[in-house]
């Protein structure tokens, strides 16, 4: 009877432990990873290399020069858009709008939209469509750069098609996630900006991201 009671409290306390680990939620890591070697305390440990977000440098709607240095210390969610989009975009950007409410005096916590039709989203145009949408301050930038350099980024780093087509209204064709990227500028998470319960899970996975002190270091 005792080794019986014995093994049950073991099974509660495992799955007490089980519970707790779960309690805590973290967030995966998108992208390539390769694991690397360094020395720890004259010991030699193997670490993950995970895929980053690399340098940019784009012209926000204040005509401001924008580069990844901005957004040093900060977590941030990025979307790909175009001013003139007939289907998503104004529903992406809606949405977006409760994230923006949600984190706008976070400090810690930014938006960046960039434009894939930067020969018509001049500064002028970014800055009446920030105007119609309500946002001010730099917590929310709509960024203009070159179209290749844009394209790549967003396939090969954010992980987002798009891509001009002739053939559909507006001519472009792009996926709507809003793309949560940490502190080290790793990709956590992928949103479809068009469904309202996606990004109020967003807005809940940046809460969890702001209170994870491994993101934070």
């Not at 993950?48 to 940019?56: A, C, D, V």
């Not at 440098?57 to 005509?63: A, F, L, S, T």
């Not at 900060?74 to 950007?93: E, G, L, N, R």
């Not at 917590?139 to 992980?159: H, P, R, V």
Request: hydrophobic share 35%.
């Amino acid at each position: 009877m005792r080794k019986l009671i014995g093994a049950i409290l073991i099974i509660l306390l495992w799955n007490a432990c089980k519970f707790n680990s779960a309690d805590k939620k973290t967030l995966p890591i998108y992208g390539e990873r390769r694991p690397v070697s360094k020395v720890v305390n004259g010991q030699t440990v193997v670490d993950t290399l995970y895929q980053t977000i690399p340098p940019f440098k784009y012209i926000n709607q204040y005509g401001d020069s924008i580069s990844d240095k901005n957004l040093a210390g900060k977590i941030y969610v990025a979307d790909f858009f175009f001013t003139s989009c007939p289907s998503i975009c104004p529903i992406m950007q809606r949405n977006m709008l409760t994230v923006y409410n949600t984190f706008k005096d976070a400090g810690d916590v930014s938006i960046l939209s960039y434009t894939i039709d930067p020969k018509y989203d001049s500064v002028k145009v970014l800055k009446k469509y920030a105007d119609k949408l309500g946002i001010n301050g730099n917590m929310w930038w709509l960024l203009q750069g070159k179209k290749d350099a844009t394209y790549e980024l967003a396939s090969k780093s954010y992980l987002v098609s798009v891509r001009a087509d002739n053939t559909v209204p507006g001519g472009y064709v792009h996926q709507g996630y809003f793309v949560l990227v940490d502190k080290q500028k790793r990709v956590r998470g992928a949103y479809d900006g068009t469904q309202p319960q996606q990004v109020a899970q967003l807005i809940e996975d940046i809460k969890t991201l702001k209170a994870d002190t491994a993101t934070n270091n």
